[in-house]
């Protein structure tokens, strides 16, 4: 979904260019030109390649846009590509490689009357999203650190653990420590989590036990919002994918956590 900061149809590729690049660079504060296109014959273009390398998702990015009408097709694309090595998300760098092929983009209003730019199909692509265990764990340990000194309470020393159990399901294991005061405990998070084809995950069997002193009071803080995370879905892309179906969906495991998938009309 590529947002246009207009409610009309660019009618050029230089003008399409230009909005694209003004709504690209407004969400992710780049201050270069991220998107660049090649024409063939307007609205059919040659390539459309967007660079966020080394950009940084806001802290907190604005809501998705809403589909109000109905899409109506916009552009025919040679070669799409979308690279972002890395994306900076929190304290964790996020690779992420889009690239297809035989691509057409509708159009659409949305809720605040300006134009976005829809995947409705593709001849073929491939996806892949990947993120180093480390950079799980610091993103992990922010998170922890954060809800639990809300409460008077110190973690450090977090430890991730990922262990594949298909080509589409992991289980996860968080040990960290939490002090309070004097006293300190050892505690264990687990859970797990599943890809559909689509590439929503699933979080599931969370969970948290502990040994020491305060291993109880510091699973009480963090069980509730386990709790509100247990059996939530979220998606990895935010493309509404119109016509283009996922496949090959996998997850792999070593010294990054990868997600890949293979995707387009063509079988």
């Keep these: 979904m590529f947002p246009l ?3 009309t149809f660019p009618p050029t590729a230089v003008d399409l260019a230009k909005h694209l690049n003004d709504s690209v660079r407004q969400l992710f504060g780049l201050t270069r030109d991220p998107v660049e296109v090649r024409e063939k014959s307007y609205p059919h273009l040659d ?5 966020l390398d080394g950009a940084r998702l806001p802290e907190r990015p604005p809501e998705m846009p809403s589909v109000a009408s109905a899409a109506e097709p916009a552009l025919t694309i040679d070669s799409f590509r979308v690279n972002a090595s890395p994306l900076s998300v929190g304290p964790a760098s996020v690779d992420f490689q889009l690239g297809a092929q035989g691509v057409e983009l509708h159009r659409a209003i949305d809720r605040s009357g300006h134009l976005l730019l829809l995947l409705h199909d593709a ?9 180093a265990l480390s950079d799980l764990e610091a993103l992990l340990g922010e998170v922890a650190k954060a809800e639990a000194g809300r409460h008077g309470v110190n973690v450090d020393a977090v430890e991730l653990t990922l262990r594949s159990r298909s080509s589409r399901s992991l289980a996860a294991e ?4 939490a002090k309070k005061l004097f006293m300190s405990a050892s505690l264990r998070i687990t859970g797990q989590l599943d890809l559909d084809e689509q590439l929503n995950a699933r979080i599931s069997g969370l969970d948290c036990t502990g040994d020491g002193a305060i291993a109880s009071v510091a699973c009480g803080i963090l069980k509730p919002h386990l709790h509100k995370l247990e059996g939530r879905e979220f998606s ?5 994918l119109g016509e ?13 956590l990868s997600v890949s998938a293979e995707f387009g009309s063509a079988a």
């Design 236 to 240: 990895l892309m935010s493309l509404p």
């Design 244 to 256: 283009v179906r996922l496949r090959d969906v996998q997850i792999a495991v070593s010294e990054k």
């Design 123 to 131: 001849a073929k692509g491939h996806v892949e999203i990947s993120v």
């Design 5 to 7: 900061d207009t409610d």
């Design 174 to 177: 968080v040990h960290l420590r």
């Design 47 to 51: 390539s459309l390649l967007v660079s």
